[in-house]
């Protein structure tokens, strides 16, 4: 399957690897059989054909006599690079002028624009890591908060990839077994013991079942915790909505020289980024009268992970407090209820909220704001993520598994009913098809094609 993939890749392709936009430097990936040549052409100073790997080399590039800019080349001979073809990285200065300039110097010399996710794939495809792996390239590029950077980055170093290959490699020894028993199935031998079989499909079925688990806490991670604020009109929700948005925009904005656009209502606490959903309503219908009750936003509160479901404590009765957080315990959902206000609340109904085991603040003077958010991180209860353990995060991967969970549930009532072998072999390689989808030893080129072009150009 492989090898087919190597005919296309004899091509030199050539992109910028540094973000669009001016910046002080910008590097430019050639990658390919020619990459040295190519660049020999247009670098004045040495030849680089004769020089060593993973050497640095400063000097001019030019068309023709005409200077482009002065960069620094550096080396990478196959199959010692990230795609394990010959690699050139130009650091030019990180005008668009210039690096327009260079790239079409290069496809002039030979070079060829490169498609998204190329030099990815060609390091997938020269087994520089496996499927998985390369999805985990593009996610820690998109990481933005420390509990996404952190599970991209254990998949791209290995994360469940082995654990599914061991486990995919012992499956593929029983299937073997089971076939070679067809081979002599007049003489009526067992190669593999059922029972032995069943043992491993079911160890095999609770890894897959906890990674499939695992799925929810990882796209919570990857896409933020879907949170909702609700509550009765006035309540204050988007005064507490803009107070944690606030002080997150005061934190990046701190950062010299930050110019990273402020993301809408998603705030980072600990690492974790929580997105609020449908929040756009709290700040446009100040004056519409919306009676935003428990009943009336269940569906909204209903995609939420985590609820924050506020009370005005200096306008609420405390039988209304009492219904309400009952049917938002009915809701199954975790939740924070918030008694806000705690300015104006007088002292009686600051004792009676205590009952509720609500959380006090103020939205309005910011105060115990940092109560809440640790009231927030302990609802989401990301202990997962905290001991490190193996998470799905990307929804392909999510699927294949099901696909797995389901031919793997398949084989053991084959056992448990003694169907013939030849159904039996087939539904462990319907496994094992869906098992090798996932790390990439079973590819076609639909699936490549469509894992790499959400690559962007470079990558
Ligand atoms: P929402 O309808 O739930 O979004 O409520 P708002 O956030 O619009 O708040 C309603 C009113 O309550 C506004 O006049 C806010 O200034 C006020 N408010 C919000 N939080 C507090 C607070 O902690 N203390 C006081 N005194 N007023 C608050």
Not at 17 to 22: E, L, M, R
Request: glycine share 6%; with cysteine.
């Amino acid at each position: 399957m492989r090898a087919e993939h190597f005919a296309s890749n004899e091509d030199t392709i050539v992109a910028l690897a540094t973000a669009q936009g001016v910046g002080a430097i910008a590097v430019i990936r050639l990658s390919g059989k020619e990459a040295f040549q190519i660049c020999n052409q247009v670098f004045k100073s040495k030849d680089l054909t004769k020089q060593p790997s993973h050497t640095l080399h400063f000097g001019t590039i030019r068309d023709e006599d005409k200077i482009i800019d002065e960069v620094v080349v550096s080396l990478f001979i196959a199959p010692n690079s990230f795609t394990k073809e010959n690699v050139v990285e130009i650091s030019c200065h990180g005008s668009n002028y210039i690096v327009r300039q260079i790239i079409q110097l290069l496809v002039k010399k030979g070079a060829r624009l490169a498609k998204p996710g190329e030099f990815t794939k060609r390091a997938f495809i020269h087994g520089q890591f496996d499927l998985a792996q390369a999805e985990a390239v593009a996610d820690l590029i998109a990481a933005d908060s420390e509990a996404a950077h952190h599970a991209a980055l254990n998949q791209m170093r290995g994360g469940f990839s082995n654990e599914i290959k061991k486990l995919r490699e012992e499956l593929i020894h029983f299937a073997s077994m089971i076939e070679l028993e067809l081979d002599f199935s007049e003489e009526d031998v067992e190669f593999a013991s059922r029972d032995d079989l069943k043992q491993l499909v079911n160890n095999l079925l609770q890894v897959i079942t906890a990674l499939i688990k695992s799925f929810n806490l990882g796209n919570v991670i990857k896409n933020g915790v879907p949170t909702v604020i609700a509550g009765k009109p006035n309540a204050g929700k988007s005064t507490l909505l803009n107070a944690l948005l606030n002080e997150e925009k005061a934190i990046v904005s701190d950062i010299p020289g930050t110019t990273r656009d402020f993301i809408e209502d998603e705030i980072n606490i600990e690492g974790i980024s929580f997105r609020f959903i449908d929040t756009a309503g709290l700040r446009e219908t100040k004056d519409k009268i919306e009676a935003i009750g428990v009943e009336r936003t269940h569906e909204k509160m209903k995609q939420a992970s985590l609820i924050i479901y506020m009370f005005d404590l200096s306008n609420t009765d405390p039988m209304e407090i009492g219904k309400e957080i009952n049917q938002l315990e009915n809701l199954g959902i975790p939740f924070i209820a918030v008694g806000n206000k705690i300015d104006k609340a007088t002292a009686t109904m600051l004792e009676k909220a205590k009952d509720f085991n609500l959380t006090l603040l103020s939205a309005l003077n910011k105060e115990n704001l940092e109560t809440l958010k640790a009231k927030i991180i302990e609802a989401v209860n990301l202990d997962t993520f905290k001991t490190g353990d193996t998470i799905v995060t990307n929804l392909r991967h999510y699927e294949s598994l099901l696909q797995t969970q389901n031919a793997l549930n398949d084989v053991i009532t084959g056992i448990d009913n003694s169907i013939t072998n030849d159904f039996l072999a087939l539904d462990i390689r319907q496994a094992l098809h869906h098992l090798g989808e996932i790390t990439g030893e079973i590819t076609t080129d639909d699936l490549l094609g469509n894992i790499f072009s959400k690559f962007c150009i470079g990558k």
